[in-house]
């Protein structure tokens, strides 16, 4: 294993501890142990950072605790890209606290990097993970919707997956991207913090997807919790996913102008989901939402 590729495993945390050593322990799990974990603080003021450090301390050969400059809370982009900065591996792996991985998940991936050195990214589905709180609801593994146990070459995942296409998109912790990739289109987008967060993952990959080549895989090997404080059930009662949605749609143009990005298909899915925020249109679609809520 001394000459496996070096992965470097990424955890943000804030306000996590019920979840965190359930995620910290998956990654100790790993058939594949050729890796380091970086926890990574973002300002918690409950027992998340005590179990951090507890960690750290047991094994300091393999786990590393690192936070911002006064323990700010900077948001979940940084707090990833601060990751980015302190990784020594030739991988980096995400985990957010509180998801998990199955054992085999790390060695499934490097296999795969193996047999197709080209790829800068590898994903695949995920079991959406809600009988943790309710042994009565049915989990639901959800494939990348996309071609199945194949690369797939730029920018083919930009236009078929979510959010410009309507296949699914990888959870963050079923992701491994190459290092140098992350730090050639400069990591995750700070800007997309609090209730931006929401988009910050699909930013960072629609960089790669536009780059880089691909693997999506068939086997579901994490565990994504699905949990009612989550950014994405609280965003939902807020109604807040169109403006989110704009405003990531509106990086992603300056983005394309900004790198010289022209590519027909992209441009196009890119027109058509800008469609409907032109004034106009926007408010007819809530007029007819409001009608059909009276009906």
Avoid at 71 to 91: D, E, F, I, S
Avoid at 119 to 147: E, F, N, T
Avoid at 253 to 281: C, F, M, T, W
Wanted: aromatic residues 12%; glycine residues 6%; hydrophobic residues 35%.
């Amino acid at each position: 294993m001394d000459d496996a590729p070096l992965i470097s495993v990424i955890i943000p945390f804030y306000q996590v501890e019920n979840y965190l050593a359930e995620a910290i322990d998956s990654v100790l799990h790993q058939h594949y142990t050729h890796w380091e974990l970086l926890l990574l603080d973002d300002g918690s003021r409950d027992r998340s950072t005590e179990i951090a450090l507890r960690y750290a301390a047991r094994y300091p050969d393999k786990i590393r605790y690192y936070h911002h400059p006064d323990r700010m809370n900077r948001g979940l982009p940084a707090t990833r890209n601060l990751g980015v900065k302190h990784a020594h591996g030739q991988w980096l792996a995400l985990l957010d606290a509180d998801d998990y991985w199955l054992p085999d998940k790390l060695a499934h991936q490097m296999a795969i990097a193996g047999r197709h050195p080209e790829v800068s990214m590898i994903c695949g589905a995920s079991l959406y993970w809600y009988s943790w709180a309710d042994p009565d609801k049915q989990d639901v593994v959800i494939p990348v919707g996309a071609q199945q146990d194949t690369q797939i070459t730029p920018p083919s995942a930009a236009v078929t997956l979510y959010p410009l296409g309507k296949g699914a998109a990888p959870c963050p912790c079923s992701v491994i991207v190459k290092t140098e990739a992350a730090l050639r289109y400069g990591g995750f987008e700070e800007q997309f913090k609090g209730a931006l967060s929401l988009y910050e993952d699909q930013a960072f990959f629609m960089k790669i997807y536009l780059g880089e080549p691909i693997y999506v895989s068939s086997q579901p090997m994490d565990r994504y919790r699905q949990r009612p404080d989550s950014i994405m059930a609280h965003t939902g009662r807020e109604n807040r996913y169109h403006e989110i949605r704009h405003f990531y749609l509106r990086w992603l143009s300056r983005y394309l102008q900004v790198r010289n990005i022209h590519d027909p298909a992209v441009e196009e899915r890119l027109r058509k989901a800008l469609q409907i925020y032109q004034p106009g249109i926007r408010q007819g679609i809530k007029n007819f939402l409001l009608r059909l809520k009276g009906n």
